[in-house]
């Protein structure tokens, strides 16, 4: 029996990509699967949207992200959303990955590549629109786009840009002013070079909060999953789409003023019961948690006690007898009772964002599927 395990309800990433379909009608769907789908397991999260039909697309970081989708048996169509480099080249194009291009220089090694490979490569062309991290510049967006088009080893395929603030109200005059530009830049693209099958630019924050018009391909990241994204304020209707759990491995007495963990940093205010669980940093529960978080067991919400171990940690049971026993249900995160621990609420106590507290739980916790 597993000890510890991260449930997924793929039934809840579904749920979640339906809102995203009803607030943009008539719009593809792009999940981003990338980072093992946001630490939720990257095949079958890929393989159940593919046989659900719920996606129309994947988004992947990595050439190996895509290389493993295709060896699982998925056949949706992929794209890897940042530049590839030239040795990773030839294992895209035999993946059938559809390649980010935000250069010229990256537009003809891959041409060379798909002309030795014999098949021509689909490309969608990044602009950067005010994310400084990659893309063409705007007015270089047509030249790139005909030294696509003019190879006979590519297919300008899209055309897209990212946005930085779009889950923020204080972003929204910075997200609009970037949606127009995309948007005629997109044109300038269409009329120089012909038609582009997809024009995307809506993240979650987009999809969620802002008009898109113009497009026809969304691409949801962290909504899927059910979780809010750092400064989103009105974010109704999700899903959570993980909960993850243990089981308690060892009960014991302290008294008063007996310190626990390492660093001596919690002291028990009065005689009480420790409970052990077999879940640390080695697991992806942050040492930032230390003395700060929070577990349920017993249907009850118990504090941390002293650091955050690699591989245990102790929670405080209070000073009456405790109403579990060795082997029962510890919640890290979701529901038991009427308690309820989310992952927004692990991430404020981190001092990050919920993208980052669901991508640190490692492989060493196993992942089920349902």
Known sequence: MTVTTLRVFLEAIDANLSLARRLNPGRAVMLAVKANAYGHGIVEVSRHVERRGTADWLGVAQVGEGEQLRAAGVGLPILKL??????????????????????????????????DAGTPAQVHLKVDTGMRRVGAEPDAAVHLARVVTESPHLVLDGIFTHL??????????????????????????????????????????????????????????IMAYGCRSDGSTAWEGLTPAARWTTRLTFLKRVSAGETVGYGRTWTAPRDTWIGTVPVGYGDGYSRLLSNRGRMLVGGRSCPIAGRVC????????????????????????????????????????????????????????PRSHG
């Open 82 to 115: 940042s530049p590839t480099l030239p040795e990773e080249l030839a294992g895209a194009v035999a993946a059938g990955l559809t390649l980010t291009v935000a250069s010229e220089t990256g537009a003809r090694q891959l041409a060379e590549v798909a002309r």
């Open 164 to 221: 930085p603030i779009s889950d923020s109200p204080a972003g929204e005059d910075f997200t609009r002013a970037q949606l127009q530009r995309f948007l005629a830049v997109a044109a300038e693209v269409q009329e120089a070079v012909g038609p582009v099958p997809w024009i995307h630019a809506a993240n979650s924050g987009a999809v969620l909060g802002h008009d898109v018009a113009g497009t026809n391909l969304i691409r949801p990241g």
């Open 310 to 365: 690699m591989d245990q940690t102790m929670i405080d049971l209070g000073p009456e007898t405790p109403e579990v026993e060795i082997g029962d249900e510890v919640v890290l995160l979701g529901e038991q009772g009427d308690e309820r621990i989310t992952v927004e609420e692990i991430a404020d106590l981190m001092g990050t964002i919920t993208y980052e507290t669901m991508c640190l739980i490692t492989a060493r916790v």
